[in-house]
């Protein structure tokens, strides 16, 4: 194989798992973060928090790693169906769904315990700084195994976080509705 076929092979191989695990820790960290300070500010109870904060890091989690293995599937079929063999794909579904469903989970964990720690009068600034430093963090990873910006990476991450957890917590504030 010439040098350049190796080297966008290796590149597949390394997107397979990367893209899933950018995506779902991202998403997991956004998803959750956003759920708790939107219940948060609704008024919720840290218990009423945390059931919800559990139940978008199950859902969550399921959902990214059912959602990647189904596309990555429809990928497989379609490069197989335009003739390549089942070796020269690289798309491996079972794969990019672990690496999905974990990292959701694992960035999902962050934000939930920020928000329901024994600090209760900070609870929503806890979340807000452990999200933002998760987020440069995942942002920086996620530069330095692409080999890209992280300055860029960074802050496209963490404006995103800001924006979806700030709408969140003023939709929980603006309705006010707290579950009993």
Known sequence: MPMSEANDRALEKKLNWLRPAVLGANDGIVSVAGMVMGVAGAGADRPTVLLAGIAALVAGSISMGGGEYVSVSAQRDTEIS???????????????????????????????????????????????????VALS?????????????PAKSIIRNVIISL??????????????????
């Open 82 to 132: 335009y003739g390549r063999t089942a070796e020269e794909v690289n798309a491996h579904p079972w794969g990019a769904a672990w690496s999905s469903f974990v990292a959701f989970a694992a960035g999902a964990v962050l934000p939930l315990i920020a928000i329901t720690g024994p600090w209760e009068p900070y609870r929503e600034l806890a979340t807000v700084v452990a999200v933002v």
């Open 137 to 149: 963090i995942t942002g920086w990873w996620a530069a330095w195994a692409g080999k890209s910006s």
């Open 163 to 180: 924006l979806t957890m700030g709408i969140s917590y003023a939709i929980g504030t603006l309705l006010g509705v707290t579950v009993l």
